[in-house]
């Protein structure tokens, strides 16, 4: 499976991205599908992740409310709403694919910078 993440990009806080992930080859492997950050000096964290049947795992809790996750199966294709965006939501964002049904993703896109200034 390759993931193509996209929709990065410099914002001032308040403002909203919108990050998609497609997914090309072997897709009929993939059940879970996850959006991760990486801030600088801070470890990855796995932010929500979504299954093909659209259950959705929110893992971070300074984002409810905050982002959305979805998935588009027709289209192979994973997003990530993120509105009223804050300066500590500054990260690198990875999108990434698991094919078991715990939290194990055994696939990553490369990662797409998201900025926000105050």
């Known amino acids: 499976v390759q993931l193509q993440a996209s929709g990065g990009g410099s914002v001032q806080a308040g403002g909203s991205l919108r990050l998609s992930c497609a997914a090309s080859g072997d897709t009929f492997s993939v059940y879970r599908m996850g959006w991760f950050r990486k801030a600088p000096g801070k470890e990855r964290r796995l932010i929500a992740s979504?299954?093909?049947?659209?259950?959705?795992?929110l893992t971070e809790d300074s984002v409810k409310g905050r982002f959305t996750i979805s998935r588009d199966n027709t289209e192979n294709t994973m997003y990530l709403q993120m509105n009223s965006l804050k300066p500590e939501d500054t990260a690198t964002y990875y999108c990434?694919?698991?094919?078991?049904?715990?939290?194990?993703?055994?696939?990553w896109g490369q990662g797409t910078q998201v900025t926000v200034s105050s």
């Open positions: 990434a694919s698991g094919q078991t049904t715990d939290l194990r993703f055994e696939n």
């Open positions: 979504i299954t093909w049947r659209g259950g959705i795992t």
